[in-house]
């Protein structure tokens, strides 16, 4: 009955418009009152809700979002671009190619898909229809490459992954999502070629070895936050929550340095900082009750039960698991999914002897296919905007591309060498 209540009145409230972070909530305290009286289960929602976000490892998200969002700002996507274009814009599709690589560079450093949309987008969508690219292709493409910037750290979302999942090392999750996130960016790129052959399409000229010199020089700098952030946590220098501070200051001076922020700027860049985070925290502690009355319900393991029961070839079970992701992904935003949905899976993950190292890597991969899958993409929804196009329109070039990160999700699933050879390599995991 708990559960029939919670799930009604979440979906409900979700229908009617209602923030995901408050039907959470209010679900919760609807199915808790069930079982308890109505102060008691406002007590216990508050309780859950403060030790949810009482964790060092969550300190990191705000200085990480604060560091994206000054890497926005900056300039930095223009240079990521130009230096992308000198170095393949030359191949047969090229920039097709310098978009890919572009949203997969600036995802990474700022840490934000709608952050890497936005600014890539602005630039590669223009430049891709000059030389005669379909714009909706150019749009798909930008929606698409931009999730890879999820699985390269730094991610706020493998950080989230790492407190719901109750203890996975955060640097070990930061390297594991490195080649996955390449795979899926070397998928695009795959689709990418077969449709510029398919349309004959050539690339630019090549700009010389002095000019590809100097495009690599002005990206540098952006491009040495990721060395920065990942060789001091693996050389041991700072922790991961340390190194979003240092991601900050670094972000902070390049952008003064290169001219494109002022000092004018900052208020609203931090107001807009701080009013993304109080969003993200709101999400993680409702989140964090509702899990909590999960486990108090016994729901894991009913659903572990089930799911066990269905078949008892971990193959098919981890498909069926990746299936109900994909749905997920689609109406709902990654936090939330993550936080709901990982006290729920993983130990059914654990039960088929997959780590949950190798679990979190893939549900991030599974979800990032969300934002960009209609009808509550939120990245598709920008792309649109910048491209000053249509969803209907570029459901057909969105079609091969989400073949191309379904065929790397299966990769990643059913290969755990793909999440687990770097950090084992390394000594971050076991």
Same mark, same amino acid.
């Not at 150019?138 to 929606?143: C, N, P, V, Y």
């Not at 900082?273 to 999960?294: D, E, N, Q, R, Y």
């Not at 792309?383 to 989400?402: D, G, N």
């Given at each position: 009955m708990v559960e029939l209540i919670l799930i009604s009145v979440f979906f409900v409230l979700l229908f009617m418009g209602v923030p995901v972070a408050f039907a959470i909530g209010l679900a919760t305290i609807a199915a808790l009152c069930l079982s308890i009286n109505e102060i008691a289960a406002l007590t216990t929602v508050a309780q859950r809700m403060a030790g949810g976000i009482n964790s060092f490892a969550l300190?990191?998200? *705000?200085?990480?979002?604060?560091?994206?969002?000054?890497?926005?700002?900056?300039?930095?996507?223009?240079?990521?671009? %130009?230096?992308?274009?000198?170095?393949?814009?030359?191949? *047969?599709?090229?920039? $097709?190619?310098?978009?890919?690589?572009?949203? =997969?560079?600036?995802?990474?450093?700022?840490?934000?898909? +709608?952050?890497? &949309?936005?600014?890539?987008?602005?630039?590669?969508?223009?430049?891709?229809?000059?030389? %005669? /690219? *379909?714009?909706?292709?150019?749009?798909?493409?930008?929606? &698409?490459? $931009?999730?890879?910037?999820?699985?390269?750290? !730094?991610?706020?979302?493998?950080?989230?992954?790492?407190?719901?999942?109750?203890?996975?090392? +955060?640097?070990?999750?930061? +390297?594991?999502?490195?080649? !996955? #996130?390449?795979?899926?960016?070397?998928?695009?790129? #795959? +689709?990418?070629?077969? /449709?510029?052959?398919?349309?004959?399409? =050539?690339? =630019?000229a090549f700009v010389g070895f $002095?000019?590809?010199?100097?495009?690599?020089?002005? @990206?540098?700098?952006?491009?040495?936050?990721?060395?920065?952030?990942?060789? #001091?946590?693996?050389?041991?220098?700072? =922790?991961?929550?340390? @190194?979003?501070?240092? $991601?900050?200051? /670094?972000?902070?001076?390049?952008?003064?340095?290169?001219?494109? &922020? &002022?000092?004018?700027d900052l208020p609203p860049i931090f107001l807009k900082a701080t009013s993304t985070t109080a969003i993200v925290m709101l999400l993680i502690g409702t989140s964090m009750a509702m899990s909590w009355l999960f486990a108090f319900e016994g729901i894991p393991g009913q659903v572990a039960d089930l799911l066990l029961n269905l078949s008892d070839n971990p193959l098919v079970i981890l498909l069926l698991i990746n299936l109900i992701l994909l749905l997920v992904g689609a109406f709902m935003d990654m936090t939330p999914a993550v936080l709901i949905f990982t006290p729920i899976f993983l130990p059914v993950a654990v039960q088929l002897d997959m780590s949950p190292l190798h679990f979190g890597i893939m549900m991030v991969l599974n979800l990032s296919i969300g934002l960009c899958t209609p009808p509550v993409g939120s990245v598709l929804f920008v792309s649109c905007a910048v491209a000053k196009t249509k969803i209907e329109a570029m459901i057909r070039p969105l079609l091969p591309m989400y073949l191309a990160m379904m065929a790397a999700l299966l990769l990643v699933t059913y290969v755990p060498a793909m999440s687990e050879a770097l950090p084992i390599a390394l000594g971050l995991y076991e």
């Amino acid at each position: 009955m708990v559960e029939l209540i919670l799930i009604s009145v979440f979906f409900v409230l979700l229908f009617m418009g209602v923030p995901v972070a408050f039907a959470i909530g209010l679900a919760t305290i609807a199915a808790l009152c069930l079982s308890i009286n109505e102060i008691a289960a406002l007590t216990t929602v508050a309780q859950r809700m403060a030790g949810g976000i009482n964790s060092f490892a969550l300190l990191a998200i *705000p200085l990480f979002i604060l560091s994206g969002q000054l890497m926005s700002s900056g300039g930095i996507a223009q240079r990521l671009v %130009h230096f992308a274009r000198c170095l393949i814009g030359m191949l *047969p599709g090229g920039l $097709a190619f310098v978009n890919v690589v572009s949203c =997969t560079l600036f995802g990474s450093i700022s840490g934000s898909a +709608v952050a890497a &949309t936005s600014s890539v987008g602005g630039v590669m969508v223009p430049a891709m229809e000059e030389e %005669h /690219y *379909p714009r909706e292709f150019s749009a798909a493409l930008t929606a &698409t490459a $931009a999730t890879t910037g999820l699985l390269i750290p !730094p991610s706020n979302i493998l950080i989230v992954y790492a407190v719901a999942s109750g203890g996975v090392s +955060v640097a070990a999750l930061f +390297v594991a999502g490195y080649l !996955p #996130g390449l795979l899926v960016a070397l998928a695009l790129m #795959g +689709v990418c070629a077969v /449709y510029a052959r398919r349309r004959g399409l =050539t690339g =630019t000229a090549f700009v010389g070895f $002095a000019e590809l010199l100097r495009s690599f020089i002005a @990206a540098a700098p952006s491009l040495l936050l990721l060395v920065i952030i990942i060789g #001091g946590i693996l050389a041991g220098v700072f =922790t991961a929550t340390e @190194a979003g501070a240092i $991601a900050v200051l /670094y972000a902070l001076a390049l952008s003064l340095f290169y001219g494109e &922020t &002022t000092l004018s700027d900052l208020p609203p860049i931090f107001l807009k900082a701080t009013s993304t985070t109080a969003i993200v925290m709101l999400l993680i502690g409702t989140s964090m009750a509702m899990s909590w009355l999960f486990a108090f319900e016994g729901i894991p393991g009913q659903v572990a039960d089930l799911l066990l029961n269905l078949s008892d070839n971990p193959l098919v079970i981890l498909l069926l698991i990746n299936l109900i992701l994909l749905l997920v992904g689609a109406f709902m935003d990654m936090t939330p999914a993550v936080l709901i949905f990982t006290p729920i899976f993983l130990p059914v993950a654990v039960q088929l002897d997959m780590s949950p190292l190798h679990f979190g890597i893939m549900m991030v991969l599974n979800l990032s296919i969300g934002l960009c899958t209609p009808p509550v993409g939120s990245v598709l929804f920008v792309s649109c905007a910048v491209a000053k196009t249509k969803i209907e329109a570029m459901i057909r070039p969105l079609l091969p591309m989400y073949l191309a990160m379904m065929a790397a999700l299966l990769l990643v699933t059913y290969v755990p060498a793909m999440s687990e050879a770097l950090p084992i390599a390394l000594g971050l995991y076991e």
